[in-house]
C-alpha cells in the first residue's frame, strides 16, 4: 500500500493490483491504418479456445490450446507453450522478488488446428451448412470445429479464470 503525500489533507492510500503482461507495439512496428486511424486487424485462422498443434520453433510438435489472441501482429498464446522466465522485482520492501514462467505469444502461422479424436494436424476449411451456418471444419478429416456448446464452454472458463485473478 502506497501512501499519496501530495495531498496532506486527505488520507488516500492507493491499491496496486497485479498487472497482466500486454503486448504494446514498438515505434518502429508501425501499422498500417484505415481512413479512420485504426489499425488493419488481421483475419487469422485460430479463435480463442481452439486446439492448435505447433508445427515450427523451439515447441515443434507440442498441442495446447489457445487463450489468448493479438490480431494487430496475428500473434496468439497458447496455454504452456512458448513458456519465457520473468524476473519481478520486489514491490514492497520485506516482499522478495520472484522468478515466473509466462506464455510468451507466437505468431499464427506457426500453429495448425488440431483434432483430439483422430489426433492429426489438419487446415482449415469453411463450409456453409443446411440451416445456412457457416462453419469452420478440418480438410483432413472432415470435423466440424464451430459449434455452440464448445464457444459456450470456453467463454465460461474464461469467466471462471477472469474471477479467480480478480479474487486474488
Known amino acids: 500500500m502506497k501512501e499519496n503525500k501530495l495531498s496532506p489533507c486527505f488520507d488516500v492510500k492507493l491499491v496496486e493490483q497485479p498487472c497482466p503482461i500486454v503486448m504494446k507495439l514498438k515505434r518502429w512496428e508501425r501499422k498500417k491504418c484505415k481512413p479512420n486511424s485504426l489499425p488493419i486487424l488481421q483475419k487469422m485462422h485460430v479463435k480463442l479456445g481452439d486446439t492448435v498443434k505447433v508445427i515450427s520453433g523451439r515447441d515443434k510438435g507440442k498441442i495446447g490450446e489457445v487463450?489468448?489472441?493479438f490480431k494487430h501482429n496475428s500473434s496468439i498464446?497458447?496455454?504452456e507453450i512458448n513458456m519465457k522466465t520473468k524476473h519481478m522485482k520486489s514491490r514492497e520492501e520485506g516482499e522478495p522478488g520472484q522468478i515466473l514462467k509466462?506464455?510468451?505469444p507466437i505468431h499464427s502461422s506457426n500453429?495448425?488446428?488440431y483434432s483430439k479424436q483422430k489426433e492429426?494436424?489438419?487446415r482449415v476449411g469453411h463450409k456453409i451448412l443446411e440451416n445456412g451456418k457457416r462453419v469452420r471444419y478440418l480438410i483432413k478429416t472432415g470435423e466440424i470445429i464451430d459449434s455452440a456448446e464448445e464457444w459456450k464452454?470456453?467463454?465460461k472458463e474464461k469467466e471462471k479464470t477472469e474471477e479467480l485473478v480478480a479474487a486474488a
Do not use: D
Open 67 to 69: 487463450s489468448k489472441i
Open 77 to 79: 498464446v497458447v496455454k
Open 102 to 104: 509466462v506464455e510468451a
Open 111 to 113: 500453429v495448425m488446428l
Open 120 to 122: 492429426v494436424a489438419s
Open 153 to 155: 464452454r470456453v467463454v
